[in-house]
Structures are given as structure tokens and as C-alpha cells.
T-cell receptor, first 113, second 113 residues
Framework: DTGVSQNPRHKITKRGQNVTFRCDPI?????LYWYRQTLGQGPEFLTY????????KSRLLSDRFSAERPKGSFSTLEIQRTEQGDSAMYLC???????????FGDGTRLSIL | AQSVSQHNHHVILSEAASLELGCNYS??????LFWYVQYPGQHLQLLLK??????LVKGIKGFEAEFIKSKFSFNLRKPSVQWSDTAEYFC???????????FGTGTSLTVIP
């Protein structure tokens, strides 16, 4: 169990630029979740995959956000035309199934200049 | 809308003191309940979980939590805290029929040696 890996750890970009984050879940885990966490708040659910299928998306996920998990393994989260309000920690978690606990990565901190 | 409330935002205790952190949720149906901990510089880790059965659940490091359905609560307890318990604690709820997880805003615990 090598844990959930997220890259990069920190991304600094100018407003209006596109950014992409990567998450490598624990290898046998079918479920993959993306969350966003801002200062003083708990993680907010963004979206969830069962293998390669994206099964749920939060209303928080605007049209500028897109997530993929093309082969049911790693996942990417892309934010287009970044805005100041996108500054946050983006967390990825994975689990074997709905009854098993989620394992979280260290997150990618996005800073918008 | 689904919500999870953690009323204690910051708790400061001396070592050996007893701990109780409150968690209340708003969903009326069947839920799964979790407490996660985030130690300084580390990722979120599961402390304990409740799915069904005995409403008093025991987790790692001497923590326990009690599910009181009538009060929509899942409070976390530890009889005697240690300095190493200094961390951020998050309560989370997952509806039994869904895949979205809802986290509280977190409680920061500082234990003074």
C-alpha cells in the first residue's frame, strides 16, 4: 500500500490560466473522489468515479472544471480559465468500495495570482 | 441541504484531560458516520466509522464515538488526551443511498503538555 499520490503538491498560476492535477489512487481501489478544501473549512465533495465512470458531480463543479479517469486508474482534474476563488487545496481520495474508508492523498494546493 | 455541524472550532486541553468533540448532521435517513483526523503536515486519516450495529464505536488511539440517532449526533470522545493528539478533527457523513460525503468544518485540538 503506497498510498494515494497527488501531483503537483503546489501549483501557482495566473488568473485565466488552465491547470491540471493528477491523482494516483491505491492500486486496487475502484472508487476515486475529488474534494476541495479552503481555509477553515472541511473538504467539499466535487466528484466521484467508480472505475472509469464518473457517477456523481457536485453543483460546486462548474463548467470550468472537468475530471477524468480514462483507464480506471489515475485521475486528472482540470480547471480552465482559473479565477481567484479557485484558490484552495484539492484533495483526492480512494476506496475499495462504499463500505470501506477513504484514503486521502496529501493534496494539491492551488494559488491563483 | 445536507450539512454537518461541528460546534467546537478550537479546543485547548491539558494532557490527561478528557475530550468530547460534538458532531451533528441534518439528514433524516440512514447514514454512515466517520471521524477523520489530520495531524500537522499529514493527510486525512480515518479514526473510526459507524455503519450499523452497536452505536458506540471504538477507533484507533483510544478514541470512541457514540451515535445517537434521536439527536442526529456522533460525538467523538477520548478519556485522556495526549500531546500527540494535537490535530484537526473532521466529522463526515455519507448517506446510505448515495456516494457523496459531507464533512464538517473541523475542530482544531491543541493539547498542552
Amino acid at each position: 500500500d503506497t498510498g494515494v499520490s497527488q501531483n503537483p503538491r503546489h501549483k501557482i498560476t495566473k488568473r485565466g490560466q488552465n491547470v491540471t492535477f493528477r491523482c494516483d489512487p491505491i492500486s486496487e481501489h475502484n472508487r476515486l473522489y475529488w474534494y476541495r478544501q479552503t481555509l477553515g473549512q472541511g473538504p467539499e465533495f466535487l466528484t466521484y468515479f467508480q472505475n472509469e465512470a464518473q457517477l456523481e458531480k457536485s453543483r460546486l463543479l462548474s463548467d470550468r472544471f472537468s475530471a477524468e479517469r480514462p483507464k480506471g486508474s489515475f485521475s486528472t482534474l482540470e480547471i480552465q480559465r482559473t479565477e481567484q476563488g479557485d484558490s484552495a487545496m484539492y484533495l483526492c481520495a480512494s476506496s475499495f468500495d462504499s463500505l470501506q474508508p477513504q484514503h486521502f492523498g496529501d493534496g494539491t494546493r492551488l494559488s491563483i495570482l | 441541504a445536507q450539512s454537518v455541524s461541528q460546534h467546537n472550532h478550537h479546543v485547548i486541553l491539558s494532557e490527561a484531560a478528557s475530550l468530547e468533540l460534538g458532531c451533528n448532521y441534518s439528514y433524516g435517513g440512514t447514514v454512515n458516520l466517520f471521524w477523520y483526523v489530520q495531524y500537522p503536515g499529514q493527510h486525512l486519516q480515518l479514526l473510526l466509522k459507524y455503519f450499523s450495529g452497536d452505536p458506540l464505536v471504538k477507533g484507533i488511539k483510544g478514541f470512541e464515538a457514540e451515535f445517537i440517532k434521536s439527536k442526529f449526533s456522533f460525538n467523538l470522545r477520548k478519556p485522556s488526551v495526549q500531546w500527540s493528539d494535537t490535530a484537526e478533527y473532521f466529522c463526515a457523513v455519507n448517506k446510505n443511498t448515495g456516494n457523496q460525503f459531507y464533512f464538517g468544518t473541523g475542530t482544531s485540538l491543541t493539547v498542552i503538555p
